[in-house]
C-alpha cells in the first residue's frame, strides 16, 4: 500500500471508527469518518478517497443501497462492513460491487490485508486499462458492446448503457475473451475477481443469473451465457472486436 492511502471509514460507531482511525494513521494512511451515507456523498464530492470502508447497518441508507449507487457512477474500490456472518449478505454485498466483505469483530491486521489486497488489485487493473489507452477496442456479441478501457456496456441498436457491478463486468469481460472454453465455477472466479472474494462456489450462479436478466434475450433460454451441466458455464456466441 503507498503512503498516504485517502481511506473513507463510513460507521455509526464511533468505538469502530475511532479504533480504525488510530490504527490505519499508524499505518501511513489518510483517514476520513463519517457516520452516514449523506457525510460521505459530501467528502466524495471534496476530496480524493483511495477506498471505502461501509458499514451495512448505517442509519438511513443501508450499506447494500450506497454500495449500489456508488457503483453506478463510480469504480471506488469498497469493503463492506457486517455484525452478521450470513452468506446472504456476502452474495449481496458482492452482487452490488463491493470487492470484499469483513465480518465484525475483526483484526486490525486483517482489516489492513483486505486493504492492501483490494488496493493491489485495483491498481493493477487501472494499469492495465492505461497500458492499452484509447487502442483498447470494443468487444462486439450480438447488439452488444463491451468497452473494457471505460468498463462500460452498451446496445448498439439504441445506444443505451446497462448498468454493470464490478463484479457482473468482471464475469462478463472473463468470458467474452475466452468464449466458447467451458469454465468452472472456481476457474471463472479466479479469472473475475480473484480468490480473495470468494463466498461459495454457487456465489457465480448469483453473477450469472444477473447478468442473463440483462443480456440475454430470453434469460430463461440463454443463448450467450451456457450451463454446462456438471461442470460450469461456457459463452457460446461469437465475439469480434470493434474500433481502437
Known amino acids: 500500500m503507498t503512503a498516504k492511502d485517502h481511506i473513507l471509514v463510513v460507521d455509526d460507531d464511533p468505538q469502530i471508527t475511532s479504533f480504525l482511525q488510530r490504527y490505519l494513521e499508524k499505518q501511513e494512511c489518510d483517514v476520513t469518518c463519517v457516520a452516514d451515507g449523506n457525510a460521505m456523498d459530501v467528502v466524495l464530492e471534496t476530496a480524493n478517497v483511495d477506498l471505502i470502508l461501509l458499514d451495512i447497518g448505517l442509519p438511513g441508507r443501508n450499506g447494500f443501497d450506497i454500495t449500489r449507487e456508488l457503483r453506478m457512477q463510480s469504480n471506488i474500490p469498497i469493503i463492506v462492513l457486517s455484525g452478521r456472518d ?7 454485498g458482492l452482487e452490488f460491487g ?15 490485508a483486505r486493504i492492501r489486497t ?3 488489485r485495483s491498481r493493477a487493473d487501472d494499469a492495465a486499462t492505461a497500458a492499452n489507452g484509447s487502442e483498447a477496442a470494443q468487444i462486439v456479441f450480438g447488439d452488444w458492446a463491451l468497452n473494457p478501457h471505460e468498463r462500460t456496456l452498451t446496445a448498439k441498436s439504441s445506444g443505451l448503457q446497462t448498468p454493470l457491478t464490478t463484479t457482473e463486468f468482471d464475469v ?13 465455477r472456481d476457474q471463472l472466479l479466479d479469472k473475475a475477481r480473484g480468490r480473495e472474494t470468494v463466498v461459495g462456489d454457487r456465489t457465480i450462479d448469483v453473477h450469472v443469473l444477473r447478468l442473463r436478466k440483462k443480456i440475454e434475450p430470453d434469460p430463461s433460454e440463454p443463448t450467450f451465457i451456457k450451463t454446462v451441466h456438471g461442470i460450469g458455464y461456457c459463452f457460446a456466441a461469437n465475439v469480434r472486436k470493434s474500433g481502437g
Not at 86 to 92: A, G, K, N, P, Y
Not at 103 to 112: D, I, Q
Not at 172 to 184: D, G, K, R
Open 98 to 112: 463491493a470487492d470484499d466483505y469483513i465480518t465484525k469483530p475483526f483484526e486490525a491486521r486483517e482489516v489492513l
Open 118 to 120: 483490494v488496493l493491489r
Open 86 to 92: 450470513e452468506i446472504f449478505d456476502r452474495v449481496v
Open 172 to 184: 462478463l469481460h472473463a468470458f467474452v475473451t475466452n468464449p466458447h472454453i467451458v469454465f468452472s
